[in-house]
């Protein structure tokens, strides 16, 4: 089975800002300003990745299907997942599924459907949520299973919260060193996340089926 998370709506900000990220890496001019905001966002995207978290509050969009694009087969893209020979897609309709980024703060929709054709949206009762484990879970009730379908759709609301004041600390830490690290070394290393940046993240990761650090 094949999925693939992506953004609908991103973030309207940064858990931190330009301002915090010159005062860290102690940089006292403004020219690099717009670099900067980018490396920001490409250390709190990393940082995400790491996690499997979203941070300030935004909407995903999760598609599982029964199996990947002709198009993508054999490259699978960063932000797709395989899931484990054993787990076929019809255990979807049997079994609470996790959804891939916490903490999660609403489900906005779910649909089915086939590709080529309208995707059915669910109504509220023919799912149920539980949006207090992390990672959130949803289960689907019995009769979605006879409805036509090779992919479900799910659009949900993830993150902390509106701004950097609900991000936990730590974390907002290694997003200013990450960005530092992106800022010093623009590539010139082999661009690995620092060890520093990890100790920090450790204990905020969630871990997954095949993830290579657990």
Known sequence: MY???SVVTPPATEPVTVQVLQQHARIDYDYDNTLLAMYLTG??????QFLGRALITQTLRWVMAHQAPINQFPLVPFTAYIFPLW?????????PIELPRAPVQAVSS????EWGQSDTVLSTD???????????RVRL???VATLPSDHIVIDFVAG???DGTSVPLPIQLAILMMATFLYEHRGDDGGEMPEAVKNLLWPYRLYSFGDADA
């Open 110 to 113: 779910i649909s089915v459907g």
């Open 43 to 48: 250390a709190r995207q990393a940082v995400e």
């Open 141 to 143: 009730h019995a009769g």
């Open 126 to 136: 023919q799912y149920s949520l539980d949006l207090m484990t992390d990672p959130a």
């Open 87 to 95: 787990m076929p897609y019809s255990m979807l309709f049997q079994r």
């Open 160 to 162: 902390y919260g509106a």
């Open 3 to 5: 999925s693939s998370v």
